[in-house]
């Protein structure tokens, strides 16, 4: 049995509604160590015989035998594994993939194999020595005569040790003495008992090898025996071929992209300016969470907060009573290190001293979320006294606020009496202390005692809840106490006081940075229409080199995988590249704030930058899906004819 069969193949294409055939019924056999010469003249369907024999073109009638076994009906996939063992090519035009240099172009075959990295490169620059081309393995292809480019073509046929080497008119664009040089490397070939096919219309091409096969209008017209086949010796292959692993594919990516790197630079550019952007507004949204809380928290303990029983709209406030069993509930959470019962006085007071008032927006117990670091002259209020804030010691002696410090003043404070009638309490107080804050303070036994002196009934209306664990339980306590539920389902608690506005505050400003970051993000989008633009050209631009990975065995998902991560290498580099400016702009924007406000107003996170990068990268390999999925679609029998 013939280790090629051809059987009875006739191939036909369909065009403006006419069907015009290529080849008529061909029937031939070939053995290895044959130097057959496919002879002809240009249409007759030598090279579409050539593509069915390789395996690059499954649309024929008949059947082609690889020792005795039909690949008629293989898969794409059998199809991709044929070619990668058993098919070498030699082409007129060398094919040779431009940004890879001499030695890598051989390497691209073993990349292919399960050989080690070592000994690929070792196998690569003994084929080198083989076609004379040691000296030139650094060089590119554009640096190369033809003759030269067609030694490497030959090297990169033999690369994966196939048994059938098809040359596609390798001396179509040689001189004379190229063409002896080629045509002999060619016939030591079929010396190493390879199978060897020649397409040529040159009789003297034809002339140097073992067999003449003459095709004219897609029929065999003559065959001519020059001489035996060459004797062949059944020896091992050395190595088994394989499936190109991602790696591989990944390292060929990065090559072509280091190779436009100027060209990619620029789509970095574009790229990243969404993702700063981004980044840019993240990092405002947290330096501007962290002012505000930062004002609030030098003004008030960020670990105790004020909590209140929950009322409707219509509910009566006065009506609130902080009981014990309130502060059972709320001392069960975790994290929680007391709560201690407090008043807030709802109307606020005066201050009286001589002929001399002042009106205090809030008064209500001292607790730990007043910082006693706030008070600037005096001590925290006893029995009977009252911490007042600079602004109204300052109604009292506007030079020397703080010397009001010891003095006996009245404190007149509304509250609601019998019939929820508004009744105004009065007390002497001494002040205790100047504190660089709002309203004013006073103890809870004081407090108690101003209600109990005028014959009302005193309902403290909230607890100051500790918090320990520091700020970062603050938060998850909070929505804790607010979790809590009576046996109708409604919530029984509710924050008050600064601890409220802060929560409020960062509500505002999370939904003004997501605002600003749907905004930015609108950049994302051109950069990925970019991007997808960008690989549709590249797929374009690199039809012929896909055609070539693909007659050399390379999968479609391999040819898929590598325009998917040239995509990823965009995507990440270009998001470091946007990572690296936003810091470098942050310090720039800290500066300056620093100096005006004395607060860093840009605060990237590591998390905002990860989150940069992996948005970018997804984008990325979105945008590259369609170009890539396109890429593996390409035709390799149309890719390979491509300009």
Same mark, same amino acid.
């Given at each position: 049995?013939?280790?090629l069969q051809l059987?009875?193949?006739?191939?036909s294409?369909?065009?403006?509604?006419?069907?015009f055939?290529v080849?008529?019924?061909?029937n031939?056999e070939?053995e290895?160590?044959e130097?057959?010469?496919?002879?002809?003249?240009?249409?007759g369907?030598?090279?579409?015989l050539?593509?069915?024999?390789?395996?690059l073109d499954?649309?024929y009638?008949?059947?082609?035998?690889?020792?005795?076994?039909?690949?008629?009906?293989?898969?794409?996939k059998q199809?991709?594994e044929?070619?990668?063992?058993?098919?070498?090519?030699?082409?007129?035009?060398?094919?040779?993939?431009?940004?890879?240099?001499?030695?890598?172009?051989?390497m691209?075959?073993?990349?292919m194999?399960?050989?080690?990295?070592?000994?690929?490169?070792?196998?690569?620059?003994?084929?080198?020595?083989?076609v004379?081309?040691?000296?030139?393995?650094?060089?590119?292809?554009?640096?190369?005569?033809?003759?030269?480019?067609?030694?490497?073509?030959?090297?990169?046929?033999?690369?994966?040790?196939?048994?059938?080497?098809?040359?596609?008119?390798?001396?179509g664009?040689?001189?004379?003495q190229?063409?002896?040089?080629?045509?002999?490397?060619?016939?030591?070939?079929?010396?190493?008992?390879?199978l060897?096919?020649?397409?040529?219309?040159?009789?003297?091409?034809?002339?140097?090898g073992?067999?003449?096969v003459?095709?004219?209008?897609?029929?065999?017209?003559?065959?001519?025996?020059l001489?035996?086949?060459?004797?062949?010796?059944?020896?091992?292959?050395?190595?088994?071929s394989?499936?190109?692993?991602?790696?591989?594919?990944?390292?060929?990516?990065?090559?072509?992209?280091?190779y436009?790197?100027?060209?990619?630079?620029?789509?970095?550019?574009?790229a990243?300016?969404?993702?700063?952007?981004?980044?840019?507004?993240?990092?405002?949204?947290?330096?501007?969470?962290?002012?505000?809380?930062?004002?609030?928290?030098?003004?008030?303990?960020?670990?105790?907060?004020?909590v209140?029983?929950?009322?409707?709209?219509?509910?009566?406030?006065?009506?609130i009573n902080?009981k014990?069993?309130d502060v059972?509930?709320?001392?069960?959470?975790?994290?929680?290190?007391?709560?201690?019962?407090?008043?807030?006085?709802?109307?606020?007071?005066?201050l009286?001293s001589?002929?001399?008032?002042?009106k205090?927006?809030?008064?209500?117990?001292?607790?730990?979320?007043?910082?006693?670091?706030?008070?600037?002259?005096?001590?925290v209020p006893?029995?009977?006294?009252?911490?007042?804030?600079?602004?109204?010691a300052?109604?009292?002696?506007?030079?020397?606020?703080?010397?009001?410090?010891?003095?006996?003043?009245?404190l007149?404070?509304?509250?609601?009496?019998?019939?929820a009638?508004?009744?105004?309490?009065?007390k002497?107080?001494?002040?205790s202390?100047?504190a660089?804050?709002q309203?004013a303070?006073?103890?809870?036994?004081?407090?108690?005692?101003?209600?109990?002196?005028?014959?009302?009934?005193?309902k403290?209306n909230?607890?100051a809840?500790?918090?320990?664990?520091?700020?970062?339980?603050?938060?998850?306590?909070q929505?804790?106490?607010?979790?809590?539920?009576?046996?109708?389902g409604?919530?029984?608690?509710q924050?008050?006081?600064?601890?409220?506005?802060?929560s409020?505050?960062? #509500?505002?400003v999370?939904? /003004?940075?997501t605002?600003? =970051?749907?905004?930015?993000? &609108?950049? +994302? !989008?051109?950069?990925?229409?970019?991007i997808?633009v960008?690989?549709?050209?590249?797929?374009?631009?690199?039809?012929?080199?896909?055609?070539?990975?693909?007659?050399l065995?390379?999968?479609?998902?391999?040819?898929?995988?590598?325009?998917?991560?040239?995509s990823f290498?965009?995507?990440l580099?270009?998001?470091?590249?946007a990572?690296?400016?936003?810091?470098?702009?942050?310090?720039?924007?800290?500066?300056?704030?620093?100096?005006?406000?004395?607060?860093?107003?840009?605060? #990237?996170?590591?998390?905002? /930058?990860?989150?940069?990068? =992996?948005?970018?990268?997804? &984008?990325? +390999? !979105?945008?590259?899906?369609?170009?890539?999925?396109?890429?593996?679609?390409?035709d390799?029998?149309?890719?390979?004819?491509?300009?």
């Amino acid at each position: 049995m013939a280790y090629l069969q051809l059987n009875d193949i006739k191939k036909s294409y369909h065009l403006n509604d006419q069907d015009f055939d290529v080849l008529k019924g061909i029937n031939l056999e070939f053995e290895r160590g044959e130097f057959v010469s496919i002879l002809g003249e240009s249409g007759g369907g030598k090279t579409t015989l050539m593509n069915i024999i390789a395996g690059l073109d499954s649309d024929y009638e008949g059947d082609v035998l690889l020792d005795g076994k039909s690949t008629k009906k293989d898969t794409a996939k059998q199809l991709d594994e044929y070619r990668r063992k058993t098919i070498g090519f030699i082409f007129q035009s060398f094919n040779l993939i431009s940004h890879l240099s001499i030695r890598e172009n051989i390497m691209v075959s073993m990349e292919m194999t399960n050989l080690s990295k070592k000994e690929q490169e070792k196998r690569v620059d003994e084929l080198l020595e083989k076609v004379g081309l040691t000296e030139h393995k650094n060089k590119y292809p554009n640096q190369l005569s033809g003759g030269q480019k067609q030694r490497v073509s030959v090297a990169r046929a033999l690369a994966s040790d196939p048994d059938i080497i098809i040359a596609d008119e390798p001396t179509g664009a040689l001189d004379a003495q190229n063409t002896t040089e080629i045509l002999e490397l060619m016939n030591e070939i079929a010396k190493d008992g390879k199978l060897v096919l020649a397409v040529t219309h040159s009789q003297i091409v034809a002339n140097y090898g073992t067999r003449i096969v003459h095709l004219a209008d897609g029929v065999i017209d003559d065959e001519q025996r020059l001489k035996p086949a060459f004797p062949v010796d059944d020896k091992v292959r050395p190595f088994k071929s394989k499936v190109a692993n991602s790696k591989s594919i990944a390292a060929m990516a990065w090559h072509h992209f280091s190779y436009n790197l100027k060209r990619n630079l620029l789509i970095m550019f574009g790229a990243s300016i969404g993702i700063f952007s981004v980044i840019i507004m993240l990092g405002l949204g947290n330096g501007t969470k962290g002012y505000i809380n930062h004002e609030i928290y030098s003004q008030i303990n960020p670990n105790t907060v004020q909590v209140t029983q929950k009322v409707g709209e219509d509910s009566d406030p006065s009506k609130i009573n902080m009981k014990d069993s309130d502060v059972k509930k709320i001392q069960k959470i975790d994290n929680v290190k007391q709560a201690a019962k407090g008043y807030y006085s709802v109307g606020g007071g005066q201050l009286k001293s001589g002929d001399k008032t002042s009106k205090i927006s809030f008064l209500q117990t001292f607790n730990n979320t007043i910082k006693k670091n706030t008070i600037k002259s005096g001590n925290v209020p006893g029995k009977d006294e009252i911490l007042i804030s600079k602004s109204d010691a300052e109604k009292f002696n506007k030079k020397h606020p703080y010397s009001v410090k010891g003095q006996t003043i009245t404190l007149y404070m509304n509250a609601a009496g019998a019939d929820a009638q508004p009744q105004v309490l009065e007390k002497q107080v001494k002040v205790s202390g100047v504190a660089d804050t709002q309203g004013a303070a006073i103890s809870y036994s004081t407090m108690e005692s101003m209600f109990k002196d005028a014959g009302l009934q005193f309902k403290p209306n909230f607890l100051a809840v500790d918090i320990s664990g520091g700020v970062k339980n603050v938060d998850p306590v909070q929505n804790e106490i607010k979790a809590l539920k009576d046996s109708k389902g409604k919530a029984l608690y509710q924050i008050t006081g600064a601890g409220s506005i802060v929560s409020t505050l960062n #509500i505002y400003v999370n939904l /003004a940075v997501t605002v600003l =970051v749907a905004i930015a993000a &609108i950049s +994302l !989008l051109v950069s990925a229409i970019m991007i997808i633009v960008v690989l549709y050209i590249s797929v374009s631009e690199r039809t012929k080199e896909i055609g070539i990975l693909r007659a050399l065995g390379f999968t479609k998902r391999n040819v898929r995988n590598l325009f998917i991560f040239e995509s990823f290498f965009i995507g990440l580099l270009s998001s470091i590249f946007a990572v690296v400016i936003g810091y470098l702009a942050q310090s720039g924007i800290n500066h300056l704030s620093t100096s005006g406000i004395h607060y860093s107003l840009m605060q #990237i996170s590591v998390g905002n /930058a990860i989150f940069g990068i =992996v948005v970018s990268v997804i &984008i990325c +390999l !979105l945008a590259a899906l369609a170009p890539a999925h396109k890429a593996a679609k390409v035709d390799p029998v149309v890719s390979l004819s491509a300009e």
